[in-house]
């Protein structure tokens, strides 16, 4: 059993991109929509794939529509490398980077530092078919070996922690971000970039799995249904940006959820090799929930694992052995709506993204607790304190449940992720706490602050502007000095700069309008050894700077198709 009141950690930066969500909000979006991404998978990412020999389960799944894309230029790649670089490093290199800004980290602060990288994955298609077509290039092997998911990140941002790319299955994002867990916590890291990613380019791995039927061959995925017959694949990139939680209030880091416990284990003997074990689940979740002295009684949504197999039953059975063990027996109510403990899965969604399981479902939980809403379109389950389940089945048209903060107990939540070979992974989550602004409200020095805007060319500086201005359509008036703040702070500043004058957010709003339709914008003088490439001291604008630095839109990237595999020797610069 693990130890009692673990240090809790914080989540501070989080990015994702999926299919229907190239950022969190739109994931949110598609989630709360709750409409199937599925669709046919394209001939070209089928190669290999047999359907009179394994059938159709591999022949839906949810796939982005950009997987091949990337911004190299900006990670300063050159064009033979990034053509054989596995999709899944140009994604990771592209979510990391918005990870940090959502945190309001310059990825430059952390350079030279003890910062920890934990990249789950458990799939090599990009690999598997450069084999297959016979391809071969100085860059194949640091482009496709797996270790280089989370060893690119690294070297990347020059973090000098634990660098490991995590295999344990379908458990691979929570087993990541236990590693991180146990980093941060024995104090040998102080900051962690925790990523996963799944990418389906390739017919083995989907002709492994519909083979052993795993796959749907309906191309349905129904978790918990009596009539499930496998699940979807699917696809997608997660990163989070964590801290111990002290040191996280402490820098004025945006907390957008706590981490009370996080543990794994495995079946043993208990289970099979693809099949789980309730005892073993039962017994993971009470040891996170123990490393946070935490009751299973004020838990109010779990993000079960879930697939949409025959196997989503165990799920069931492990929380009501949980809750039957409980000190007391079962209690008298669950903390979420009306009194149950509420039970989803993203996959009715997303579907199924295999070693980035885990980080989606997390995700997800931690937008839950952001906008107080348990999504139910995707059909969500109510397990009542007498531990009886009644189901709702996915309805596009059903309300979310709304689930309110309190200032007498905060919201809890668990996200469960189990491993096809028996490693299984639980995390539980805590609604960030309040941040108090102790000694009073910020406070320049002048009423009219320079709010600095870069990026790496003209064009991009433009889109910069328009994405900010969108943005900063639906925030606050008060929001302004925390949002100049974080912008002077808590963003890299790139070769081309440009500084929008404002003492208001309509100011802001209106001069980074003005500067992406091309108008002239004041500049302040103060600010030219910055805007000609130089450092500036931000802080010394202000007599007391915000205390929180806030998430903001991530960098817009500009991408160029890079295809799926090599088809030929590449030439020209690395």
Known sequence: MSAVGLAPLALVGMASRVPGGSDVDELWETLSAGRPKFGPVPAERLSGYDEQTVGTGGLTAALMSDVDTFDAEFFDVGPRLAVWMDPQQRLLLETSWHAMESAGIPPGSLAGQDVGVFVASATSDFRDSTVRSGTMDRYSMVGSVTTYLANRLSYQYDFRGPSMTVDTACSSGLSALSLAASGLRAGEIDAALVGASNVCIGGWFSSALSYLGALSPTGRSRPFAADADGYVRGEGVVCFVLKRLDDALDAGDPVLAVVRGVAANHDGRCGGPVKTDP???????????????????????????????????????????????????????????????????????????????????????????????????????????????????????????????????????????????????????????????????????????????????????????????????????????????????????????????????????????????????????????????????????????????VTLPGYPFRRTSLGFVPRQPQTGRS
């Open 279 to 549: 005892g073993s689940q039962a017994r993971l979740l009470r040891k996170t929930l123990a490393q946070g002295g935490i009751d299973p009684a004020s838990l109010g949504y779990l993000e079960a694992h879930a697939t949409g197999t025959k196997m989503d039953g165990a799920e069931l059975e492990g929380l009501r052995e949980l809750c039957r063990g409980r000190a007391g027996g079962p209690p008298g109510r669950f903390a979420g709506p009306a009194g149950n403990l509420w039970i989803g899965s993203v996959k009715s969604v997303l579907g199924h993204l295999e070693g980035a399981a885990g980080a989606v479902s997390l995700a997800k939980a931690v937008l839950i607790l952001r906008h107080e809403e348990i999504p139910a379109s995707g059909g969500i389950l109510a397990m009542e304190p007498d531990l009886e389940v009644r189901a709702q089945e996915p309805d596009t048209a059903a309300p979310a449940l709304h689930w309110p903060g309190s200032a007498s107990s905060p919201r809890r939540l668990g996200v469960s992720s189990f491993g096809l070979g028996g490693s299984n992974g639980h995390v539980v989550l805590e609604e960030a706490p309040a941040q108090a602004t102790g000694h009073g409200s910020p406070s320049p020095v002048e009423s009219l602050l320079p709010v600095p805007l870069s990026a790496t060319d003209a064009e991009s500086l433009t889109r910069v502007a328009n994405r900010l201005a969108d943005f900063l359509d639906s925030a606050k008036p008060d929001e302004f000095a925390a949002i100049a703040w974080t912008l002077q702070t808590g963003r890299e500043h790139l070769a081309h700069r440009r500084v929008v004058p404002a003492s208001s957010l309509d100011e802001l709003r209106a001069g980074l309008r003005s500067l992406a339709s091309g108008e002239p914008v004041r500049e302040l003088q103060d600010c030219d050894g910055w805007l000609e490439g130089g450092t500036f001291d931000w802080r010394r604008l202000w007599h007391r700077p915000p205390e929180r630095r």
